[in-house]
């Protein structure tokens, strides 16, 4: 059984709080009750000393490289680790052959935890599979990102994926706890005084990422105001030291695609209240507003459409008027066209046209364009019959000339557009169930 002292380094005094605070088992971890709890199946093969293969994905400060630590400790299995930042197939061979030799000399079983392991490309994750088929080693990965996209199948399929939650609020307060009471790797022995109120408020602002927290705190009593033998940690000290501190949000991952889903689904579900907590979410984590003008513009086009052609004039507004403006002026002109569309009719009857219109095209081949619709800006092209018995509609009854025909000739007529009875898309639906009634009388 490995001892608690040997998961760390002998000097404590230069190490980080949240490295020294790590829990030491089980019944010190904070959270993921989902993985952990009596019934979970994790912890289940982890009392009966059944260690298997697994990824950890989850947001940074869950737990995944202690969760790791403790799998090995309580299964008395050795624990080693690389990052997949700064290691190669070298490194891993390495690993391997340490697992093989203390397995062959003395039976012990051996973890090999891969931190940031989707930064390993195809062959780098491949030079594991051979030896977690044949138990060399049991193999631990750690992920922020989705390992659906960036691991592979072959991985994949020889491990268990177990997700990590953000921690909650109480989960943060508890470790705070924890460390202003623990004199041995903590902050008990600093002499420090901190209410209630503002161990919560630090709590909250660590967004649910405990080592996040433990940094905050760490700072926080260098900086707390001194009164007499005491050190005084109060919302003055909390805001100075969270003063620019962002919310998780990671541009380019799942959190990033996660908030961005959610605010076109609630503005899509009509819901302006839930949209702007969104925006206002994505802004506060430090996105580009640009990229959610953008998106709101395709938004005016894929779930509006013709039921109120204004979303499109007011998604170019905003992009236009932030472009003009900046931050933070720009921003409310962005609330402005996401309000707008959250309230206005939907119709995805354009979205669809255009993509049962591209299928169609796909498969139908280069079709000729009929004679009567080619141009014919020169003698020669009139001669050839370009533009022969082409009906100039403004010439026609009512601007309309019904039963003309306006697809190849080798194709019948498809109707890809459908409005639906929502907005102005009511009345462009009577308009063409009238011309196609005349088209349908008119057909020779």
Same mark, same amino acid.
């Not at 109060?234 to 996660?258: A, H, L, M, P």
């Not at 899509?268 to 979410?281: E, M, N, V």
């Not at 994505?282 to 204004?310: H, K, Q, T, W």
């Given at each position: 059984?490995?001892?608690?002292?040997?998961?760390?380094?002998?000097?404590?005094?230069?190490?980080?709080?949240?490295?020294?605070?790590?829990?030491?088992?089980?019944?010190?971890?904070?959270?993921?009750? &989902?993985?952990?709890?009596?019934?979970?199946?994790?912890?289940?093969?982890?009392?009966?000393?059944?260690?298997?293969?697994? $990824?950890?994905?989850?947001?940074?400060?869950?737990?995944?490289?202690?969760?790791?630590?403790?799998?090995?400790?309580?299964?008395?299995?050795?624990?080693?680790?690389?990052?997949?930042?700064?290691?190669?197939?070298?490194?891993?061979?390495?690993?391997?052959?340490?697992?093989?030799?203390?397995?062959?000399?003395?039976?012990?079983?051996?973890?090999?935890?891969?931190?940031?392991? /989707?930064?390993?490309?195809?062959?780098?994750?491949?030079?594991?599979?051979?030896?977690?088929?044949?138990?060399?080693?049991?193999?631990?990965?750690?992920?922020?990102?989705?390992?659906?996209?960036?691991?592979?199948?072959?991985?994949?399929?020889?491990?268990?994926?177990?997700?990590?939650? /953000?921690?909650?609020?109480?989960?943060?307060?508890?470790?705070?706890?924890?460390?202003?009471?623990?004199?041995?790797?903590?902050?008990?022995?600093?002499?420090?005084?901190?209410?209630?109120?503002?161990?919560?408020?630090?709590?909250?602002?660590?967004?649910?990422?405990?080592? &996040?927290?433990?940094?905050?705190?760490?700072?926080?009593?260098?900086?707390?105001?001194?009164?007499?033998?005491?050190?005084?940690?109060?919302?003055?000290?909390?805001?100075?030291?969270?003063?620019?501190?962002?919310?998780?949000?990671?541009?380019?991952?799942?959190?990033?695609?996660?908030?961005?889903?959610?605010? /076109?689904?609630?503005?899509?579900?009509?819901?302006?209240?839930?949209?702007?907590?969104?925006?206002?979410?994505?802004?506060?984590?430090?996105?580009?507003?640009?990229?959610?003008?953008?998106?709101?513009?395709?938004?005016?086009?894929?779930?509006?459409?013709?039921?109120?052609?204004?979303?499109?004039? &007011?998604?170019?507004?905003?992009?236009?008027?932030?472009?003009?403006?900046?931050?933070?002026?720009?921003?409310?002109?962005?609330? /402005?066209? $996401?309000?707008?569309?959250?309230?206005?009719?939907?119709?995805?009857?354009?979205?669809?046209?255009?993509?049962?219109?591209?299928?169609?095209?796909?498969?139908?081949?280069?079709?000729?364009?009929?004679?009567?619709?080619?141009?014919?800006?020169?003698?020669?092209?009139?001669?050839?019959?370009?533009?022969?018995?082409?009906?100039?509609?403004?010439?026609?009854?009512?601007?309309?000339?019904?039963?003309? &025909?306006?697809?190849?000739?080798?194709?019948?007529?498809?109707?890809?557009?459908?409005?639906?009875?929502?907005?102005?898309?009511?009345?462009?639906?009577?308009?063409?169930?009238?011309?196609?009634?005349?088209?349908?009388?008119?057909?020779?």
């Amino acid at each position: 059984m490995v001892s608690s002292g040997q998961l760390f380094a002998a000097d404590d005094s230069v190490r980080p709080l949240a490295d020294r605070l790590r829990p030491k088992d089980l019944t010190e971890f904070s959270g993921q009750q &989902h993985l952990l709890g009596p019934d979970s199946t994790l912890r289940q093969a982890l009392e009966r000393n059944r260690l298997h293969s697994m $990824i950890f994905w989850g947001p940074p400060g869950t737990g995944k490289t202690t969760l790791a630590r403790m799998i090995a400790k309580h299964c008395d299995a050795h624990f080693m680790s690389i990052s997949a930042v700064l290691a190669g197939v070298k490194d891993i061979r390495e690993k391997v052959a340490e697992a093989r030799d203390r397995l062959d000399t003395t039976g012990q079983r051996s973890v090999l935890f891969v931190d940031e392991v /989707h930064r390993f490309n195809k062959s780098q994750q491949d030079a594991f599979l051979p030896h977690i088929e044949d138990g060399t080693l049991f193999f631990v990965g750690a992920t922020t990102e989705n390992p659906s996209f960036e691991l592979n199948n072959a991985l994949l399929s020889r491990v268990r994926v177990y997700v990590l939650k /953000h921690l909650e609020k109480a989960d943060i307060r508890g470790i705070i706890d924890r460390a202003l009471s623990d004199e041995e790797f903590g902050l008990g022995s600093s002499n420090i005084d901190m209410h209630e109120s503002h161990r919560d408020l630090l709590a909250a602002t660590a967004d649910g990422d405990g080592r &996040h927290a433990l940094v905050l705190l760490e700072l926080a009593a260098d900086c707390a105001r001194i009164e007499g033998d005491r050190k005084v940690i109060d919302e003055r000290v909390i805001s100075e030291v969270t003063r620019d501190s962002f919310r998780q949000f990671d541009k380019g991952g799942d959190n990033f695609y996660d908030q961005i889903s959610a605010l /076109h689904k609630s503005m899509r579900g009509s819901d302006p209240d839930a949209a702007l907590y969104w925006f206002c979410r994505m802004i506060d984590g430090g996105c580009d507003p640009l990229y959610i003008a953008r998106r709101v513009l395709r938004f005016a086009s894929e779930d509006i459409g013709n039921a109120d052609p204004r979303a499109a004039q &007011h998604a170019l507004y905003a992009w236009d008027a932030y472009s003009r403006l900046g931050s933070p002026e720009g921003e409310l002109a962005i609330a /402005h066209a $996401i309000i707008f569309m959250s309230c206005a009719p939907k119709s995805n009857a354009v979205y669809s046209a255009y993509k049962t219109a591209m299928a169609f095209v796909k498969e139908s081949g280069n079709q000729p364009v009929p004679m009567s619709l080619r141009n014919a800006p020169t003698k020669l092209m009139k001669e050839l019959g370009h533009g022969d018995g082409y009906r100039y509609a403004h010439d026609e009854i009512d601007g309309f000339a019904a039963g003309a &025909h306006y697809f190849p000739d080798t194709l019948e007529a498809v109707q890809f557009y459908e409005p639906v009875e929502r907005g102005l898309e009511i009345r462009i639906r009577e308009r063409l169930l009238e011309l196609r009634r005349l088209n349908d009388a008119n057909k020779s």
